[in-house]
């Protein structure tokens, strides 16, 4: 039989338990709401976005078909050839490369700010255009020129290092070949000569127009701005013929145009004045002044007169006037367009155009035969340590510069071909190059 006094503590303990389940029976509840909750909101989703799982459901086999057909492009990916220590090799390359041309780049314009700051307080040149339109145009033009000889510095400094301390002679005792050694400074060339052939024929020429008209304004560098007596073929047995012309004004005095037919002139047009139209949204569009057209048929005559008249003659004032440097300041594109339309014409001053053209082309490609050099010469150790490598370098640099201006020069005056005379010093150097890699440690 249960004692009174342990009534009251059951009780107590029934109550407790009670309050227990309640609670239970609370969080589940609440927990199912919530299930249900989200039930709802995923089925409102469903309704709403069901165009969503459709295009999924579409995709899925297509984009599952690209990846088999694109498989191949892994052989293209840069990972597939370059490991951890081709990576730190590119790294040092191209940083060792950026480094050098601001070194370099940094000095030559503390020497230039030196030699011109007269000039530019005697014509009261403004800061803005000293900072953006000279020294802006200034750095990639000759960053772009002394490439070769950056590269030439940074593959023989850091490479110098490298066999200093020991770590190319830990990577050819490891089995790595020096062909294969020459992979990750192959890699490095691919991206320094595609910028370098991008810079020059499509960046530089643009700013080189703001430079040399900078120059023309604040530094008294006489630019040709006129010329005489010019006669040029404008098109097929049409021979135009200008007394005078002023490229500043865009105007040429005592013009002429004939046109010939089988050998037979068939129509004589003069003028006093022909004004280049610079705000014409097509090219050659010109107008004439005082003009006077004589058509010959035979042995009919036929003239006609009048005060202005606009007509299109297939010439720019860029075909009439010639300035130093002119070359420079077209792209590739137009370089080309231009050399094939002077060639036409029969115009004999255009081989400075060929050889610009085609020496864009071949400095692109000194990156790999200078590194290769560059990379033969320093991998070996020694103890008199890089500064006989740097020496050599900067010769050989300095050679391959001069002998490019060289061989221009023969272009022009020596009637040498404009593509091999661009191309004589990657001959030359490429000699060099193969003589150094065969003698190159293994």
């Not at 002394?146 to 200093?164: D, R």
């Not at 005792?173 to 499509?202: D, E, Q, T």
């Not at 010959?296 to 005060?307: A, F, N």
């Not at 040498?416 to 005379?421: D, K």
Request: charge should be positive; include cysteine.
């Amino acid at each position: 039989m249960e004692s009174w006094h342990h009534r009251p503590i059951r009780q107590k303990n029934i109550k407790k338990g009670y309050s227990y389940t309640t609670k239970k029976n609370k969080m589940e509840y609440s927990k199912i709401k919530q299930c249900r909750k989200l039930l709802r909101i995923s089925r409102s989703l469903r309704q709403h976005f069901a165009w969503l799982f459709v295009c999924t459901a579409w995709l899925q086999p297509k984009l599952a078909w690209a990846q088999r057909e694109l498989s191949f492009l892994r052989i293209i990916s840069p990972n597939r050839y370059l490991k951890i220590l081709d990576w730190y090799i590119i790294k040092k390359f191209i940083g060792t490369y950026i480094y050098s041309i601001l070194l370099i780049i940094s000095i030559s314009i503390v020497f230039d700010i030196n030699e011109n700051l007269a000039k530019f307080s005697q014509y009261h040149a403004p800061l803005k255009a000293i900072v953006f339109d000279y020294y802006a145009n200034f750095v990639p033009y000759f960053a772009n020129l002394f490439s070769p000889l950056f590269v030439f510095i940074a593959v023989i400094f850091f490479t110098s290092k490298l066999a200093g301390n020991s770590e190319i002679i830990s990577m050819l005792a490891s089995g790595v070949s020096f062909k294969r050694l020459m992979r990750p400074y192959m890699f490095s060339c691919i991206l320094i000569s595609c910028l370098s052939f991008y810079l020059s024929a499509y960046v530089i020429p643009h700013g080189t127009v703001i430079r040399q008209n900078f120059e023309t304004m604040y530094k008294n560098k006489k630019k040709n701005t006129a010329a005489d007596n010019v006669m040029l073929q404008v098109g097929k047995g049409v021979i135009a013929y200008i007394q005078h012309y002023d490229n500043n004004m865009k105007k040429g005095f005592g013009f002429s145009l004939d046109k010939f037919e089988n050998k037979k002139l068939i129509s004589h047009m003069t003028a006093m004045e022909a004004q280049y139209d610079t705000i014409s949204d097509s090219k050659y569009h010109w107008t004439v002044s005082n003009w006077k057209i004589r058509e010959l048929k035979g042995l009919r005559e036929h003239i006609t007169s009048g005060m202005t008249k606009d007509t299109v003659i297939i010439m720019e004032p860029t075909d009439l006037v010639y300035s130093k440097g002119q070359q420079e300041t077209f792209t590739s594109p137009e370089l080309k367009a231009y050399i094939s339309k002077q060639i036409d014409r029969g115009s004999s001053n255009v081989v400075q155009y060929q050889v610009e053209y085609h020496k864009r082309i071949a400095s692109s490609f000194a990156s790999f035969i200078l590194t290769t050099i560059g990379v033969s010469l320093s991998s070996r150790k020694r103890k008199s340590g890089m500064g006989l490598y740097l020496g050599i370098g900067l010769v050989l640099s300095f050679s391959y510069i001069m002998l490019q201006t060289v061989s221009s020069t023969f272009a022009i005056n020596a009637n040498t071909p404009p593509m091999l005379a661009a191309w004589i010093p990657n001959l030359i150097f490429t000699v060099v190059a193969y003589f150094c890699y065969r003698k190159a440690p293994n």
